[in-house]
């Protein structure tokens, strides 16, 4: 289940938050840690293209590399919040 608890934010039962910050970024977070992503608002069927090689390393407090397993849950937690909100996104 999903929630918008303020404008950008689509925040998920499941424990994760994604964040539009501005025209390039995506704030991923789970608890304990959270990622920018880069990323960019596209006019067309896909309103979003995420860059997949930005998922590497964990930002802050952790700085934890991301395992193939955690960026595949990554992309599809994001993908599951924007489908929630009608919204496909583009993966490169």
Request: hydrophobic share 35%.
């Amino acid at each position: 289940m999903f929630t918008i608890p303020r404008p950008n934010v689509i925040q998920s039962s499941e424990g994760f938050t994604v964040e539009v910050v501005g025209r390039s970024r995506i704030l991923y977070t789970e608890p304990g840690k959270k990622l920018f992503i880069d990323a960019e608002l596209l006019a067309g069927p896909s309103g979003l293209v995420i860059y997949t090689d930005s998922i590497n390393t964990w930002d802050a407090p952790t700085g934890e590399k991301i395992t193939e397993e955690e960026k595949h849950r990554i992309i599809e937690n994001i993908r599951k919040a924007f489908r929630f909100r009608g919204i496909e996104i583009e993966m490169q």
